[in-house]
């Protein structure tokens, strides 16, 4: 997924501007950012549709159309399945409606982590964009590529820093946690069925620490039952949340590294963690035959070769930003999955 903020990388302006009013969106820019995030509605809808809804009915196991031509034949049979499935989510509205719950629970996630890092972004005057939402190819899991701000001035203090990164993941997470409990509570008691891989295995997705403690509260057997909307969602939202608390580079953990520890140990700290997901790569390769973190490990080593700007000024954090690192250590545990996935 996306990284939640883009920090600002020119050189630091006059500490005395630090505290003017950011600028607030013309119309064109409310324009754009809305026409993104109903594309990526959209997007993600279909997906939901296609991991969830029962399509049996909807003919996508009827030949296609002859193309003329096989380097036609894959992009226009793609543009064929979306079609049939968009024309029986018409015919069949519960399949409608589980694309719906899927796709407006996950951009409620999404909205709260980056509504977070907007709304801190204007407390302490820094220019920032309203959010991009990223659509991605709708039969692609999940419909989206993340969302992002863009901060276009520079962090004035420490504490801003510290604050800004870290309100988008605490927001999310706030969300995650009732949509996870609505997950829980409404999942089949049947066997799993978690989908198929492009070879012909099982997908299982794996379950977060979150979810196995709601489930161990209300005795839920969350390895004999059929994922719902809610549960793919929250499982997307966890997996967002965990990946952008990496203490790399300029991730939201990166920025609260650099915020409690300073640039010497951000810099360790972010060597160190992609060591680590090099190591689950690895692992998770050869343990759970499924290649989920090699492209992450990727941006990792991009993000590595970015410096992280330094504040204008260096306070003290307080006692209480401390204990709000804390919890987000505990909301990473909770969501962090060394292996996300199973293919068998």
């Known amino acids: 997924m996306a990284e939640s903020t883009e920090t600002f990388t020119h050189p630091l302006a006059d500490p005395a501007q630090s505290n003017r009013a950011a600028a607030k969106p013309t119309a064109r820019q409310w324009f754009l950012h809305i026409g993104l995030f ?20 909807a003919g996508l196991n009827r030949p296609l159309p002859a193309f003329g031509g096989s380097l036609l034949a894959l992009p226009m049979g793609y543009v064929v399945t979306v079609v049939r499935i968009l024309r029986f989510a018409l015919v069949d509205t519960s399949v409608l ?33 309203l959010p991009f939402f990223i659509p991605q190819p709708p039969l692609l899991i999940p419909g989206t590529f993340g969302a992002f701000i863009r901060m276009k001035s ?22 995650i946690v009732p949509v996870t409990f609505a997950a ?10 978690t989908g198929q891989a492009p070879a012909g295995g099982v997908i299982t997705f794996n379950d977060p620490l979150l979810f196995r403690l709601i489930a161990r509260c209300f005795k839920v057997d969350l390895d004999n039952s059929l994922a719902n909307s809610f549960y793919l969602a929250a499982w ?39 060591a680590s997901m090099v190591a689950l790569s690895l692992l998770g390769w050869l343990w759970h035959g499924s290649p989920a973190w090699f492209l992450f490990v990727v941006l990792l080593a991009v993000m590595l070769r970015v410096g992280h700007p330094q504040p204008q000024q260096m306070e003290p954090l307080g006692t ?5 690192g804390i919890v987000t250590l505990i909301v990473f545990a909770l969501c962090f999955l060394p292996f996300p996935i199973t293919i068998t």
């Not at 982590?113 to 709304?119: I, P």
């Not at 520079?154 to 969300?175: K, N, T, W």
């Not at 829980?184 to 069925?193: A, F, G, M």
């Open 38 to 57: 109903l594309i990526t509605l959209l997007t993600t809808t279909i997906c939901g549709m296609w991991m969830i809804g029962d399509l049996s009915g």
């Open 97 to 129: 409606a589980d694309g719906l719950k899927f796709s407006g629970t996950l951009l409620a996630i999404l909205t709260a982590h980056e509504s977070g890092h907007y709304v801190f972004c204007r407390y302490y005057g820094v220019d920032a964009t």
């Open 154 to 175: 520079p962090v004035p203090s420490r504490r801003a820093l510290f604050d800004i990164g870290l309100a988008g993941p605490l927001a999310g997470f706030v969300v």
């Open 184 to 193: 829980i509570l409404t999942l089949h008691h049947v066997p799993l069925y």
């Open 236 to 274: 997307v939202g966890a997996l967002v949340t965990a990946l952008n608390l990496m203490p790399v580079g300029q991730l939201d953990g990166g920025h609260g590294v650099f915020a409690v520890f300073g640039k010497t140990a951000h810099w360790w700290i972010a060597r160190a963690a992609f």
């Open 320 to 324: 209480a930003r401390i204990i709000i």
